[in-house]
């Protein structure tokens, strides 16, 4: 089955070391210290509201990049995120993981006494289970971001800010909109963890984040087969005759096709290493479409 073609990106309008990368939700988010963790102070966070905005705005040549979520340890695959990396044509240049800390944040003044309705993304408050059964006087509230719920704290009349609210978000949410962390590390898993991709036009140089020089090579690819028997098995043998290390594996609903899947994978392995190049060749023989999404460190 042929694939309609991904949107194309527009041309990168700058190449200094000065970027411009777009993340979903407010300055202090989580994606933020994704961005630092993969370029460091020099880039310029741009914000947006939702996933697909940050798409567009790189497949226009608002921005040079984009930090995007692709999974957390504790509530799997982003997968609106998946199906976008399909719908436009760009590289993943490089990952990281970044260690979700959810901090007790409120308006200077605000004690932790006072508090009564704790504000954030529905994720961030279903990884604090705990704390709230520990303080079942605090009601919680869905907000569309983490720091974005501190950012309406702050931005609260003064004469508000003593009825009791406070959010979940980052330290860094915390100093950016001069808030006042209350208690920190509430989260029930200390293991969580996002893993995040940058995101650049088609083409791009690979990027090595610091303290990744030595970490292993991946590959992320996405393939469709025949509504057949063993199709899959035959599509991953290409790998499995090649000795390569297949890491993930994630299915999304095929549009169009009810009960048909395209299936994610990420490898272990560069995709011009000669195993690699042999087992994508091999792939293509037996797959409907193949599109190789990138090489890049492992985080």
């Known amino acids: 089955m042929k694939k309609p073609a991904?949107?194309?990106?527009?041309p990168l309008k700058r190449q200094s070391a000065h970027m411009r990368v777009a993340f979903q939700g407010e300055l202090g988010a989580f994606s933020q210290q994704a961005i630092l963790q993969f370029l460091g102070s020099k880039a310029e966070p741009v914000p947006h509201e939702r996933f697909d905005l940050?798409?567009?705005?790189?497949a226009r040549g608002d921005v040079d990049a984009a930090a995007v979520p692709i999974e957390n340890t504790l509530h799997g695959s982003v997968h609106d995120n998946y199906d976008l990396l399909l719908k436009y044509d760009f590289a993943i240049t490089a990952e990281t993981n970044v260690r979700v800390v959810h901090n007790l944040i409120a308006a200077p003044g605000v004690?932790?006494?006072?508090?009564?309705?704790v504000y954030s993304h529905p994720v961030a408050l279903n990884q604090c289970l705990d704390f709230f059964a520990d303080h079942p006087r605090i009601h919680r509230e869905p907000f569309y971001d983490t720091a974005g719920s501190v950012k309406m704290l702050m931005d609260e009349p003064a004469a508000s800010r003593s009825e009791g609210r406070a959010a979940i978000a980052s330290e860094l949410a915390a100093e950016i909109y001069g808030?006042?962390?209350?208690?920190r590390h509430i989260e029930d898993d200390r293991?969580?963890?996002?893993?995040?991709?940058?995101?650049?036009?088609?083409?791009s140089d690979n990027r090595t984040p610091p303290g990744a020089s030595r970490k292993p090579w991946k590959t992320s690819l996405v393939f469709t087969t025949r509504n057949i028997p063993g199709?899959?098995?035959?599509a991953l043998s290409a790998l499995a005759l090649r000795d390569l290390n297949l890491v993930k594996i994630e299915s999304?609903?095929?549009?169009?096709?009810?009960?048909?899947?395209?299936?994610y994978l990420d490898l272990l392995g560069r995709s011009d290493e000669?195993?690699?190049?042999?087992?994508?060749?091999?792939?293509?023989?037996?797959?409907?479409f193949l599109r190789v999404l990138g090489s890049y460190r492992a985080a």
């Open 6 to 10: 991904p949107k194309k990106t527009a």
């Open 274 to 288: 000669e195993a690699v190049r042999n087992a994508l060749g091999h792939l293509r023989e037996v797959a409907d």
């Open 231 to 234: 199709a899959l098995f035959r």
């Open 111 to 117: 004690t932790f006494r006072q508090v009564r309705t």
């Open 252 to 263: 999304r609903p095929l549009r169009g096709k009810p009960w048909e899947y395209l299936f």
């Open 179 to 183: 808030a006042h962390i209350l208690k």
């Open 191 to 203: 293991q969580n963890y996002t893993r995040f991709f940058l995101l650049e036009p088609a083409g």
């Open 54 to 58: 940050m798409f567009a705005a790189l």
